[in-house]
Every structure is written in structure tokens, then in C-alpha cells.
């Protein structure tokens, strides 16, 4: 595919404003898809840090074909995310959400690419910020350009301490059939097996941020207070598919006064690494 070529000109252009009607059932829907047991996250007061996604999943990708060609659209893999969080979605929230392309850069195994997507309210009050870094499979666009998302690597030296807090949870058989609409991810390899066969996959994965939610609440349950409000940021990388049945260890140490680094594994493998938690104090 050496006629392919990023379009650096396409940097940096706003999507234009897309809009999100917070509800109670939405929030209550979302937090039962992805086993949250936080009595606020249940009933619908509060949203799971990770909700923040559905407003912004309109904007998610619609950035990328002004400066990656739709032809290598099959190859791309979400990489990592990160979310700042200014203040929780709560039901009634009317929310504007964009998004832009950052930047890329380019290596022999493939090229690392970041979104940038903002959440306001229709007054302008900016309630979260993410990063979205995707991956390009096996195309090296031969250059950097532009600023990717900031980095956020796990402190090897703490592994020589013991973990602060470690948690076990399950991914249920039906997990992705309930996160998808919950969600509005209907990408039919979390759901069709034959799809997900075709594409190189041993059967349906879990969605990565139906992984990431259910980590989130394990972290705020642990080290949080079970208090949403305290969390400004989390991010993670994506390392690899987490299957229907599967269960998740997270183990979670101290990374500075207010910070938390984690690392996710299915037995030995891990499948979320990179984690990091800060909160207010």
C-alpha cells in the first residue's frame, strides 16, 4: 500500500459540535452493562468516569479521514486512552462534544496516531477532556508529525514494593451483548463471532472500554472512596483482547502523593498496562 499517504494538512481541524442528552436510565444502563456495584452509578446519579465516551463516540474517529486514508481504516486498533476529568456526568447534562487530530508518527510495526476530544456543556463549562491513541497496523508513514497524546508509562521501580490494593473481577458471557447498546458500540467484533474469527481474532473480545469501566470502579472502590468526584484523570494502554468469561487482577500501587499506577492481567498475561489513577486530595 506504498500510494497511501497521511495528510498532514488535516491536523488540527475541528470536528464540528455533536450533541448528548445525559439521562438517568442512560447512566443506570451503563453502569449495570459493565458490573458497577456503586450505589450512586446504579441508580443513575453520577456517570462511571468512563461514560465519558458515549457523548464523544460520534466524534471518536470522524477526525481520522481528513488525515488517514480510508483504506487503511481496517488496520487501525485503539492504542490507549486517557481521560481528565474536570467534574462527573450527571443526568440532565446537555453536553457539546469535538474532537481533532493531534498528530502521528510513524515505525516500521505500524503508526501511533492521537484524538483530541473535548465534553462541554452548552454554556461552555468543559466538563472532560480525552486522548485517544490509535494504531495503524503494519504502515510506517515515514515522519512525526504534530504532538501525540501525553505519556503515561508504569513505574518499573514500584514494582519492589507491594501493591496497595489488588481486586479480581469476571467478564461475564453476555458482557459485550449488554455493553454494545449501553455503550452505542455496535462493532461487530464484540458481537458476531464469525466477524471476529475473520478478522484474526479466537471468537467475540470484550469491548476495551467495557474492560477499562469495569477496572475503574474496582479503583475507585479501592482507593477512592467510592467518590467519582475525586477522580481527575485515567488512562491506560491497551495490551491485549479480553474474551466473554475471562476473569480480570488488577493490582494497584502508589505513584506520587495523589496518583495510582495499575496494571490489569488475565493469568499471566497482561491486558491492560500503563494504568493511571490521580485524584484530588
Not at 70 to 93: E, S, T, W, Y
Not at 204 to 211: D, K, P, R, S
Amino acid at each position: 500500500m506504498a500510494e497511501a499517504r497521511f495528510d498532514p494538512s488535516g491536523l488540527d481541524q475541528w470536528t464540528e459540535w455533536s450533541r448528548f442528552e445525559v439521562t438517568r436510565e442512560r447512566l443506570a444502563q451503563y453502569a449495570a452493562a459493565t458490573n458497577d456495584p456503586i450505589p450512586a452509578h446504579r441508580s443513575g446519579d453520577v456517570a462511571n468516569p468512563v461514560f465519558a465516551i458515549v457523548p464523544v463516540f460520534a466524534s471518536l474517529l470522524e477526525p481520522a479521514p481528513e488525515v488517514v486514508p480510508v483504506a487503511l481504516f481496517g488496520r487501525i486498533l485503539h492504542g490507549m486512552q486517557d481521560f481528565r476529568f474536570h467534574r462527573p456526568i450527571r443526568p440532565g447534562d446537555e453536553l457539546v462534544s469535538r474532537g481533532r487530530m493531534t498528530g502521528y508518527r510513524g515505525r516500521p510495526s505500524g503508526t501511533r496516531a492521537a484524538v483530541y476530544l473535548e465534553s462541554r456543556t452548552e454554556d461552555g463549562e468543559l466538563v472532560n477532556e480525552q486522548y485517544v491513541t490509535f494504531f495503524v497496523r503494519g504502515f510506517d508513514t515515514g515522519e512525526t508529525r504534530g504532538e501525540l497524546a501525553p505519556e503515561h508509562r508504569f513505574d518499573e521501580s514500584s514494582r519492589a514494593r507491594p501493591p496497595v490494593a489488588k481486586t479480581s473481577q469476571h467478564v461475564d458471557e453476555d458482557q459485550t451483548y449488554r455493553y454494545s447498546p449501553a455503550a452505542g458500540d455496535p462493532m461487530p467484533i464484540h458481537l458476531d463471532p464469525e466477524v471476529a474469527k475473520d478478522s484474526g481474532l479466537p471468537g467475540i473480545i470484550a469491548h476495551g472500554l467495557c474492560v477499562m469501566a469495569i477496572t475503574s470502579w474496582a479503583l475507585l472502590n479501592q482507593v477512592g472512596g467510592s467518590e467519582v468526584d475525586r477522580l481527575k484523570r485515567l488512562a491506560v494502554r491497551f495490551a491485549k483482547p479480553v474474551l466473554p468469561g475471562q476473569d480480570l487482577t488488577t493490582e494497584i500501587r502508589r505513584a506520587g502523593d495523589t496518583g495510582y499506577a495499575f496494571e490489569t492481567t488475565v493469568g499471566d498475561t497482561v491486558v491492560l498496562k500503563d494504568g493511571l489513577a490521580e485524584f484530588a486530595s
